[in-house]
């Protein structure tokens, strides 16, 4: 519900959904207004992730943040927000998110490091209790208006993002990248990629 910054989370017990509570972000009206909180939400166990591509950071950073809410004593709360760091302008970080086991990828589809609206994603993970934003994929043959990060999907090991307007056999037909990230118990992601070709950028996020 965009306008009122609300999502709304619903469980289902003996055959009946029903409402169990409201989320909402938190910060200061730079946050809140108009920051499209709940364009893309993602459910995994007792963690959700709920995009807002157009809400500030508080303290610096640039448009759109990803918000994880875990239930604390009961009550669904904030956790961790993630988003681009600067100098980057307008990258919509939050358009698209997902969430299995331990990783969150985060679309953010018109980050401009390989021109305008070319795209970029974010992948944050949990380490014992707490979630923290380690790095983020650019696409290596990326172009000015892919999009890339306009849809993400993981399953804890494997990310696909699409870029819907990629060129490819023709204009904007768009395409999909896929890659492997494996975790390990030291503090840091080795990538694997395919034939497309999603290159890792390691430490870019601040």
Excluded: M
């Excluded at 018109?110 to 380490?127: E, H, I, Y």
């Amino acid at each position: 519900a965009n306008a009122e910054c609300r999502s709304y989370v619903f469980e289902l017990a003996g055959g009946v959904w029903s409402e169990q509570a409201i989320l909402t972000p938190t910060g200061g009206l730079a946050q809140l207004f108009h920051s499209e909180f709940g364009q893309a939400v993602a459910v995994d166990g007792d963690t959700i992730v709920v995009g807002a591509p157009r809400a500030y950071p508080v303290i610096g950073g640039t448009e759109g943040l990803a918000y994880v809410f875990e239930p604390l004593n009961g009550v669904w709360t904030k956790v961790a927000e993630f988003g681009v760091a600067a100098p980057q302008v307008h990258p919509h970080a939050g358009a698209s998110v997902s969430i299995s086991k331990s990783i969150i990828v985060i679309g953010a589809p018109d980050d401009p490091p390989l021109g305008a609206q070319a795209g970029r994603v974010l992948v944050a993970r949990k380490r014992y209790c707490c979630w923290d934003q380690y790095f983020d994929f650019l696409a290596n043959d990326g172009a000015p208006g892919d999009q890339f990060g306009s849809a993400v999907a993981n399953d804890g090991s494997f990310i696909a993002s699409g870029a819907k307007f990629r060129d490819e056999s023709s204009t904007d037909c768009g395409a999909v990248y896929t890659g492997a990230c494996v975790i390990t118990t030291v503090d840091h992601c080795t990538a694997k990629v395919n034939s497309l070709g999603c290159t890792p950028h390691i430490g870019n996020v601040g």
